[in-house]
Each structure stands twice: as C-alpha cells, then as structure tokens.
C-alpha cells in the first residue's frame, strides 16, 4: 500500500473545498462529473446510430450543435485527469492494473466494474447528478436536493456492503 | 459587486473553459492525493475500514459552505447569481440509493474513476464505459419515467429556506456533526492500529 504517501484527508479536503468556493466564486456554478460521459454517450450513439439516437427525447438535450466544444464540465474532467496524473506520477503512484479484492477473479471485476458503472450511470441521470454535482456542489450549497441524495448514497451503500461482504476484502 | 466573474461577464466564455481545466487540474490532484482515486479506499467507509471519503467529502463541504455563504453576507459575492441544485425529493432519493450500490460495486463515482484511470486503473475506464450504457439506458426508459424524474420537484431550496433559520445555524451544525464523525473516525482508526 502507498497509503503513507497520501496527503492527510483533512488536507485534501480543505484544498477540495478551496477549488469548489473558487468554481462558484468565478463560475457561479459547481463542479461536475457524470454529465461528461452522458454527453460522450449520447454524442458516440448519435454518430453511429444517428436515427435512433434522434428519437431518445432526453439524449437530445446533450445534441447541441457543438456541445463538445463548449461543455465546460467536459473541460473540467479533462483538467481532473491531468490533475490526477499530476499527482499519481510526481508520487510514484502510477501503476498499471485492474484494481480488485485480493480473491477476486479479474473476469469478475471486469463485470462488477461495468455493471456498476452501469447502476451508477443510470442513477446520475435520475437524481440529475453525481457526487460531485450533488454532494459536494449541493451539499456545500446547503442544497436539500445535495443533501437528501448524500443521506440515501451512504445508507443505501452500508446496506449494499452487507449483502457483498467479500467484494473488497 | 462583480462575482461570479462569469456571471457578471468579468470572465468571458473562452476563458471561462481554460479556467475549467485548471479548476479540474486542482480538482483532480485532491481527489488523487486525498487517495480517493483508489476503488479500496473510495468503498472503505462502507466496511468501516477506511474513512478517506467521509474525511475529504465533508470537510470540503465545510470549507465551501463556509467561504460561499461568508463571502455572500460581506456582499463580495452575489449568491442570487449562484445557479443553485433543485431538489426532487424522490427522483434524488431513489437515485442516491441506486448510486450508492453501484458505488459500491464497481468502487468508484465518476470523478473519482477519471483519477482511478488516470493513477492507471483499466477497471476506473472500464466503470467509465458502464457509466455511459447507464446514460443511455436512462435516455431509453425516459418516456416510462419521465413522470417519476420530474415528480416532488420542491425547486432550488435550501436546508436553511425550508427550516426558517439562519445559514449559519446549519453551518455550525454541519461543522458539529462532521468533527463529532471525524473524531470517532479517529478514535477507532487508532484502537484498529
């Protein structure tokens, strides 16, 4: 484990909470995530099944004429990993591997980590954001929308943990 | 009064998308030194072995929370320009919950599998591949659930609007919650030690 080489959480915290006062203060809006990969969905679907991708009234709203140009959450991401790579090189961190619970197979991890990209996508759609969008942007904002989705993501995932005990072990 | 730079056109729309990179470079950095791009770390919480997610997430919160509101009552900031999150009560719920499993199955949210990947984790870009099957599905059953997505639409309201109260009331209980949760993370990190 690298863990002594990490920052203390209360120090990645405050830095967190620095660059999101500084998103609303310049922006007047929050961070994001999850919108970035609705966006690249429903652009990829659109260029090859363009017909049907035109019926799907909610993907649309992602069809502007130049949406990838101009998604300033798009930008974002893109900045969060390079920030990311930043950080993971300069501490030697950087390895290539498919992170998993030390028993598992990697067929399985394979599965577990697209149908819960899966579960986690569908429900960023519903709740109209993420972690990020809700929970640290909301939650910061006082937003009761930011705050009932953080209380039903950390009970529901307590719950999910006891049913999959030996998912990460 | 001139913030949100953008809002009030200081920051126009061009810089307003190289300020997004260099917001995210910083975004990403915490996230990846916080070790929140590590899927072990990210699900820790949910087994009680590991408390890096509630530690960065709510002292963020706190710090964000604290300099909005603090710079909205010295009037340097205008908060009625601050583009609020709406609250749905259900639709957020139901969503939360589902996050949360998915969370926990795949070991990660979207920001953190972009730090996951970009710490060299093919399962983050895996996860990220799901994440957008998950939109799309979505985008698919939306004419089925378009009534339950817009449903208990209570608009952009705030813990303090709702309550009647001061913000600062529900900062400081914020603040009280969080350090009574980090001090019993604290304490039962050191006696696992």
Redesign the interface.
């Known amino acids: 484990m690298n863990k002594d080489k990490l920052w203390s959480p209360y120090i990645a915290g405050i830095g967190l909470g620095l660059t999101l006062l500084a998103t609303f203060y310049v922006m007047g809006k929050g961070l994001g995530a999850s919108s970035t990969f609705s966006l690249l969905s429903a652009v990829g679907v659109n260029a090859v099944f363009h017909d049907f991708a035109s019926r799907l009234e909610y993907l649309v709203r992602y069809l502007g004429s130049d949406a990838l140009l101009k998604d300033w959450i798009l930008y974002e991401v893109i900045g969060l990993f390079i920030g990311a790579l930043i950080g993971a090189l300069l501490s030697r961190n950087f390895k290539i591997k498919l992170d998993r619970g030390e028993k598992m197979p990697g067929r399985t991890r394979v599965l577990t980590a697209l149908t819960g990209g899966i579960l986690v996508g569908f429900a960023s759609r519903l709740a109209r954001g993420c972690t990020s969008g809700l929970a640290l942007t909301g939650g910061a904002q006082l937003a009761v929308g930011g705050w009932v989705f953080v209380i039903a993501m950390f009970v529901s995932g307590f719950i999910a943990a006891a049913f999959f005990r030996r998912l990460w072990s | 009064m001139i913030?949100?730079?953008?809002?009030y056109g200081i920051?126009g729309?061009s810089t307003?998308?190289?300020?997004?990179?260099?917001?995210?470079?910083?975004?990403?950095?915490?996230?990846?030194?916080?070790?929140?791009?590590?899927?072990?770390k990210l699900?820790?919480?949910?087994?009680l072995t590991d408390?890096?997610v509630?530690?960065?997430?709510?002292?963020?919160?706190?710090?964000?929370?604290f300099?909005?509101y603090l710079?909205s009552d010295l009037k340097l900031?205008d908060i009625n320009?601050?583009?609020?999150?709406?609250?749905?009560?259900w639709?957020?719920?139901?969503?939360?919950?589902?996050?949360?499993?998915?969370?926990?199955?795949?070991?990660?949210?979207?920001?953190?599998?972009?730090?996951?990947?970009?710490?060299?984790?093919?399962?983050?870009l895996?996860?990220?591949?799901?994440?957008?099957?998950?939109?799309?599905?979505?985008?698919?059953v939306?004419?089925v659930?378009e009534g339950f997505?817009v449903f208990s639409n209570?608009g952009?309201?705030?813990?303090?609007q709702?309550l009647g109260i001061n913000?600062w009331f529900?900062?400081v209980f914020?603040f009280v919650f969080a350090g009574a949760m980090?001090y019993v993370m604290e304490k039962y990190e050191k006696k696992k030690v």
């Not at chain 2, 509630?54 to 929370?65: D, E, W």
Request: glycine share 14%.
């Open positions: 913030a949100p730079l953008f809002e920051v729309e307003s998308l190289i300020i997004a990179v260099i917001i995210g470079v910083f975004f990403g950095l915490f996230l990846e030194r916080g070790g929140l791009g590590d899927p072990h699900t820790g919480v949910f087994y408390f890096a509630p530690k960065v997430m709510f002292t963020a919160i706190l710090v964000a929370s300099g909005l710079l900031l320009r601050i583009w609020f999150v709406p609250a749905y009560f639709p957020q719920l139901v969503g939360g919950a589902l996050f949360g499993v998915g969370f926990l199955i795949s070991g990660y949210c979207p920001g953190t599998a972009v730090a996951g990947l970009a710490s060299g984790r093919i399962d983050a895996i996860m990220m591949i799901g994440v957008g099957i998950g939109s799309l599905l979505f985008a698919i939306y004419p659930i997505y209570l952009a309201v705030t813990l303090p709702i913000h529900v900062i914020v980090f």
